[in-house]
Structure formats: structure tokens, C-alpha cells
């Protein structure tokens, strides 16, 4: 099936006399005849469910559609995307571990690696998405075991090398993880460039609406942890936690890490996707093709215009010919990147601060990628935590406004904004 039909039918399919849409299985509990088969359950030998707080029916088929569109073998919903980022470094990194990450990412997951999850004994090696291939090869170590970053940077609007990275993370026996939120599977499908990985937080495009927070994890399939078992011990040695199953072996290439995840992470920290936020999900989900197509076109034309302002000191959007990830961009996103722009207005903090007063369609939220016109100022917000070296790194400076172009009239969206560049 093509990417429009899958957002449709993907996932879930009725059978004779049943619901069209996904059921929302709202039960914390699932009842079965015996107690041997309730243990065939906790001893991973059969497929169900036991309790919400691990897997839960609506969730799966919402994964499963998500694997679909991302060309994936498995998948699970979390609570967020926070914990999908979480889960998927957690899953197989622990003390003493290290990581390389792109150092353009969204500012929660900068601190959530660099603060929480150091604390938690594992380390971080911040890199560009810019950095030369010596710079890139001198970030790893021996307890390496992965590598991070976002197709499109948060909110920088970076574009990530993938194959690079795939290549650098490969040449070291570990996967390469990318969060695909803001491009989408509609515009990238990081798998088919080498990546091992996706992350999402479906909260963004994929819901759409400011309607349910939510996160998702999904595996290509492809990595081979038993080709690099010291490394990855979690999934390549016995479990004792579950009676001495070992993840590799028994699920193989296409279901050992999402298995994982679910029977010991999510068992244990409970971090589940509401089954009613699902739903909501999989309703955003149904018109995904179509209101990425309708984001980029707006956001193109926006840029277009910000670039010739006059109180527009400087714009990023790798739609635009000329910007320095343009090309990559075309490479892997040539149908279109994301209605994310970043730019920031003649005179500062305290112009861009005034610019935003005067706003009417485009409304100051802390949320992005969804239908409506949102626009945030991050170092006075998202990326408040940073300092002032960590907000250049991480390509927010102190005027950058970060404007998610939504699906309106595009007129009325370049109206407001000019409207609103009048006051500085």
C-alpha cells in the first residue's frame, strides 16, 4: 500500500460485523479461563495481555500502524515523546554506557541526556550534525552503544546526514536512533537511509490537533544484536527477570528490542499511552499525507516571504534554495521537509518579544506541528534551561523564533505576520 492508504487502513483490519475504527479498549485488566494460561503470558510464550500499564490492544494497533508507515517490524505507544527518547537509549545503554548524539536536538531531550540520564551513570558525547568525520569518529568509545539525533533539529531546522551517521554508528557495532517527529514518515522514512530506530513524539504532526500527548517507538528490524553480543547484553543474554529468555534469540532481529522495551521498561516504569489518546492519535493519523502536504506548501510560502523582509534579519528552512541544508534535504526529503521555520526579527530578543504581542492568527505556545499557527520564542521558553553556550550549540540563539506554520489560509498566516513586523 501506498503512504496515503496506509495512514487509512494500516494497522487494524475489521473483521466481518466489527468497528470500522480502532476499538478503545478502556480496561486496565484482561481476563482469561486459567491461571496456565495467564502464565504462558508472563512467561513471554504467547501473545496477549495481562495488564494496560505493559501493552493494551488500541495502543498495538496504533503501532502497528505507525511500523507501517515507517517500514518497520515492531512498534509501541508511550506516554510521551520524552519517553520514547528514554526508552529507546535505556532499552539498551545503562551504567557506565555512553552515547553519541547529535547536539541539535529539541532542548527537553538535550536535558534529558544531559542531566537526568547522566545521572543515571550513562554519558553523552554532544556532536554537530555538522562535524567533520574525524570530529564524528573521535566522539566514540569502547562502551559506546548508540547514536542519536532528529531528521529535522528542534528548532533549529538542521537536517541530519543519516547515511553518515548510520555509517559512523555502524562501523562501531551500534544502532543509529533518530527521532523522526517533525519530517514525518510521510517525508522520510529514516530506515531506508541505514537508520536502526525511529522515535516520534506523536503529539506533534502525527495527532495534529493539541488533542493527546504521546510518543512511539519503532524498529526496522535490521540490526543484528547477536553480531555485537558483548555489547548489547540486555538483549543478547538471559533475562532472569523472565524466567532466562534471552530477547535475540527467541524474537530475533524484528521483535527483540520492542520486546524488550515492553517486558522490562515498560513493565517497570509504566510510562503507557492513555488507550483513549490512541484513538485520537490514530484519528490524526488517518489524515496525516494530506495535512503534511497542506503544512509544507504553507510553510514554503512563508518562508518565501520572511526572506525578503526587511525586519527579517535571518531565516532557516531547508525548502529554500540557498539554505546550507537545502541539498540534504533534497536528498532525503525531496517531496518536502516540515511547516517548521526559525528566524529571527531585526533588533533582538526584546523585537522579537514585541513582534509576538501582535500576533492574531499565530498563537504563542509552548506546542508545535499541529494544525493551528503556533509560535514560540524558545530561549524565553523550551530551552530556558540552557545556557547561553548550550543555546548556541544546540542552534537556538537568543532571537530565534521558532513559527510552525499550520494548515490555514496562507494568506491570512503572511497577513499576520507582516501585520506584526510593523511594530519593530
Known sequence: MKRETKCIQAGYEPKNGESRMIPIIQSTTFKYDTSEDMGKLFDLEASGYFYTRLQNPTND??????????????AMLTSSGQAANFFSIFNIASQGDHIVSSSMIYGGTFNLFNVTMKKMGIDFTFVSPDCTDEELEAAFRPETKAVFGETIANP?????????????AHAHGVPLIIDNTFATPIFCRPFEWGCDIVTHSTTKYMDGHDAAVGGCIVDSGKFDWMAHKDKFPGLTTPDESYHGITYAEKFGME????????????????????????????????????????????????????????????????GLPGNKYYDLAQKYMPEGTCG????GVKGGRSAAEEFMKHLKVAMIATHVADAHTCI?????????????????????????????????NVEDIIEDLEQA???I
Open 340 to 343: 517548521v521555520i526559525s528566524f
Open 421 to 423: 513586523l510593523s511594530y
Open 255 to 318: 521483535g527483540a528490542f520492542i520486546t524488550k522495551a515492553t517486558a522490562q521498561l515498560m513493565r517497570d516504569f509504566g510510562s503507557i499511552q492513555a488507550p483513549m489518546n490512541a484513538f485520537f492519535l490514530n484519528l490524526g493519523l488517518e489524515t496525516l499525507d494530506v495535512r503534511m502536504r497542506r503544512h509544507v506548501a504553507n510553510a514554503q510560502k512563508v518562508a518565501e516571504f520572511l526572506e525578503k523582509h526587511p525586519n527579517v534579519a535571518w531565516i532557516d528552512y531547508p
Open 376 to 408: 514560540l520564542h524558545p530561549a524565553n521558553s523550551t530551552h530556558r534551561q540552557l545556557s547561553d553556550e548550550e543555546l548556541i550549540a544546540s542552534g537556538v540563539g537568543p532571537d530565534l523564533v521558532r513559527l510552525s506554520v499550520g494548515i490555514e
Open 156 to 168: 533549529a531546522v538542521s537536517v541530519l546526514d543519516i547515511e553518515r551517521f548510520a555509517d559512523a
Open 61 to 74: 494497533f496504533v503501532a502497528a500502524k505507525i511500523a507501517a508507515l515507517e517500514g518497520g517490524t515492531a
